[in-house]
């Protein structure tokens, strides 16, 4: 539990979000298939990509993690062994379901499980994919909810279309298919992250892109790599969004990674009229990074809706905070796939800023929100969604009385000094 006060003085200063959690655990996987040492700098760690660390040395790879800094020494795809333990992906579904595409073409059998909220999403949009390329997969609801057990083995290559654009449902049959029998390609709706397509390729390995289709040559070898990883912007997005909205503010995220797969937060915040710049842009690792500077703004309502929508799916908890303060009417569309993250975060997300007071409506596919409104305080539930937690959290900073989060700790997850940076820019 953490109670959050009123901000009196405005938010000021400088920070260092925690690394990117897409990419973190990208490394570790890739680095654990790879032929030889991966380093990796900037490493999140938070309790879902720790997860993947245990769940890869169960299965056989020697992984030294200390803080930000991990060593994966990677032995190729025949250095993974059968485990002795059940796999425990804890509360993450980009463990769950990037592991299986990793574990499709492995001949051997093992047990996946993870917390009560992985225990009722959606498995099947893997496990079906990888069962039509060979896998054995069974588990609850036929093979759609964990515990899942799965036998690798020979796999073909596919041609798949996926109903949603998911950047987990991509990489998992991407994965699968480094080790399939021909090509497996994979079109989405729109385009989703792309962090897998950029760090493969600097493992080593040939990926074609023609549109929305991405494509794998089967038998493919990956070589470790010095992975530098940038800010995650979806932890950034939550010092954007309290930047924009507590009176007096102005605050610098240092080396954020600006990937135009994840900016659709940075556009929605341009839309609405925040003052935002962004400074110092590079290149690292394939990946694009800058630091971005907020202050206090004037904001107008927006509508959100299409493809922007894979663009900011994790922002979408935060920026229902932001549009309570913003002039008029902002509704979010198309954004179904929120019923199915840690919490329906279509629900989650309403219930509880309406404990604060906020004028918000839950739609099928998203939600209206109208502002500006004077928050109040009250006590509210992050229901084990990280990102719930932290939207709450930024909502306390301008209720008029103190916002106290029950379950706060789920925040660790993703941003374990979450708290810290709030209270260093006071
Ligand atoms: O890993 P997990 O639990 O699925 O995490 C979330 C989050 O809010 O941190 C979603 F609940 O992020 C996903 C994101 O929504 C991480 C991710 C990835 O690293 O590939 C992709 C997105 O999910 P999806 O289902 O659209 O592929």
Known sequence: MNKVEKVTAGLNGTIKVPGDKSISHRAVMFGAIANGTTTIEGFLPG??????????????????????????????????????????????????????GILATRPFHS????????????????????REMGALIDGRNNG????????????????????????????????????????????EPELSRDHTERMLQAFGVEVERDGLTVSVKGGQELTGQHVIVPGDISS?????????????????????????????????????????????????NGEPVADIVISTSELKGCEIGGDIIPRLIDEIPVIA????????????RDAEELKVKETNRIDTVVSELKKLGAKIEATDDGMVIEGPIQLNGNTVN?????????????????????????????????????????????
């Open 236 to 284: 950034a997005a939550f010092f954007l969004v309290a930047g924009a909205i507590v009176p007096n503010s102005h605050i610098v995220l240092k080396n954020v990674g600006i990937n135009p797969t994840r900016t659709g937060i940075i556009d929605v915040l341009r839309k609405m009229g925040a003052s935002l710049e962004l400074m110092n842009e590079k290149e690292t």
């Open 47 to 100: 309790e879902d990509c720790l997860s993947t660390i245990a769940c890869f040395q169960k299965l056989g790879v020697h992984i030294d993690a200390q803080g930000d800094k991990v060593k994966v020494d990677g032995n190729g795809w025949s250095g993974l062994t059968e485990p002795t333990e059940i796999l425990d992906v804890g509360n993450s579904g980009t463990t769950t379901r990037l592991m299986l």
């Open 321 to 332: 905070v932001l549009a309570t303060q913003a002039q008029g009417k902002t509704v979010i």
């Open 111 to 130: 047990v996946v499980i993870g917390d009560a909220s992985i225990g009722k999403r959606p498995m099947s949009r893997v496990t079906n994919p990888l």
């Open 144 to 187: 759609n909810l964990t515990p899942l057990s799965i036998r690798g083995g020979t796999t073909r290559g596919i041609a798949y279309s996926s109903k949603v654009a998911s950047a987990q449902v991509k990489s998992s049959i991407l994965l699968a298919g480094l080790q399939s029998e021909g090509v497996t390609s994979v079109t």
């Open 382 to 426: 992050s229901h084990g969604d990280h990102r719930i937690g932290m939207a709450m959290a930024i909502a306390g900073c301008i209720a008029n009385s103190s916002v106290t989060v029950e379950k706060s700790e789920a925040i660790a997850v993703s941003y374990p000094n979450f708290f810290e940076h709030i209270n260093s820019l006071q």
